[in-house]
């Protein structure tokens, strides 16, 4: 039932809903007629995190101005003061003329508001993030988002379309990497040519989705796949030379809960890989998954992939040799070696921004995938892959927001790009992919 019943044909308050896979919203005050404040609900065992938005509004009247504010923020900036909208979905548009999500919103606004918080012994504020929508049709239901969802249950439909696929299925080798807190499955895909010697070759993990919030990695991990177990000549080279392991959703309790960054531990998987616990499973699977892999063949290259919420255009984070000059236990690759795959993918997308890309290691980054895939396995090849929530600002797309599209377009320029690096008989392409 909903949480609001219409008390009459007239009653025009607009009735909020976030019941569903992913969806968050906590509570709707109407401020005045046409206004409302909204609160997001903190992921799941913390006092904070709001930042990933997803419901449903019904009872919408159609030509009305109506301003929301989202009032419970914590990030002091944010994309949405540098030109990023917010998600539409009409359920009206999507029936009548086949239209998924869309930009849409006026007076956009992102500031500091006057409600106090406290965290971690420090005095503050929310902040607020504010918008005017239109809805032209009445009788509609209409979905708002921060970032264009991609569901759990999306990816298991995918997954199993993949490996259904008379082609595609003879490449793919599907199993349960490990359950989650909640005992839901985490899956690993092994993807490579089942013809030949295989233990001639070389060893690559691709992992997405640890924070929640991020759909924006599973749009490109989306398009990676497509492209990993497609015809192409690329992506037949590629198989024939490595075995390649994906895990395309570490952060599955929180996606289904329409968490932001966390578990359902309450915890940021991607601070805990240095020294997981039996409250990190994915993690700990997963790195047993690396370790697994690098016993049996040559381990050259582990991407995460996320979205970031404060920059744009899609860029990576590298590992510098000299951040760890002294540490013993380190690679030793020749100098600048960590810059030459993402140089590379630069090359093949449009996109892809290098000079955007940094390689300095913090103190407060050692529990990452990347920094721990560096330091604990010698990989100088360890990455993270971040896409903007907004979009790019240089090439082709500069001034325009990623879509979906673009997204798993970044996900196939990947998989391009790693077919180029380590195949003798590859190239790189004289087109670029469908990200341009």
Known sequence: PPWYKLSSQEDDTLVFDARFECGNLRKAIRASADEYDLYLRNDIHTEGHTQWYYFSIKNVRPERHYRFNIV?????????????????????????????WFRSGTSVCYFANTIKRKKKGQDGTFYTLTF?????????????????PYHYSQMQ????????????????????LTRTLAGNKCDVLTITDPEGQRGARLGMVISARI??????????????????TGP???????????????????????????????????????????????????????????????????????????????????????????SWKSDSSGPGPG????????????????????????????????GTGRVVGWKQFNLANSFTLEASFAGANFGPLRGLHFDTCALQGMGESLGVAMAVAWCSDVSVPSSLPRSV
Not at 84 to 99: C, D, G, I, Q, W
């Open 232 to 322: 192409s000549p690329m992506a037949h080279a590629l198989r024939k030379k490595a075995v390649i392991r994906i895990i395309p959703m570490l952060g599955v309790d929180g996606v289904i809960n329409g968490n932001y960054r966390c578990s359902l531990s309450g915890q940021d998987l991607n601070r805990r890989w240095a020294h997981p616990t039996d409250s990190h499973p994915t993690i700990i699977a997963t790195k047993k998954l690396l370790a697994m892999t690098g016993k049996e063949r040559p381990l050259v290259l582990f991407v995460d992939l996320h979205g970031h919420s404060a920059r744009k255009n899609v860029f990576m984070y590298g590992c510098d040799a000299l």
């Open 72 to 100: 419970n923020l914590y990030k002091s900036d944010s994309l949405y003061n540098h030109g990023l909208l917010p998600l539409v979905y009409s359920t009206v548009e999507a029936t009548k003329h086949n239209r998924g």
């Open 157 to 176: 439909k995918h997954l199993r379309m993949l490996c259904n696929d008379p082609f595609r299925k003879q490449f793919i080798r599907r199993r349960v």
């Open 335 to 366: 100098p600048l070696h960590e810059r030459c795959f993402p140089w590379l993918l630069a090359s093949v997308s449009g996109i892809f921004d290098f000079r955007s890309s940094s390689f300095k290691v913090k103190k407060s980054k050692e």
């Open 211 to 228: 924070h929640p919030g991020e759909t924006n990695a599973s749009w490109m991990m989306h398009g990676l796949l497509e492209f990993l």
């Open 132 to 148: 005017e929508l239109q809805f032209p049709h009445g009788n509609d239901v209409v979905y708002l988002a921060h970032c264009y």
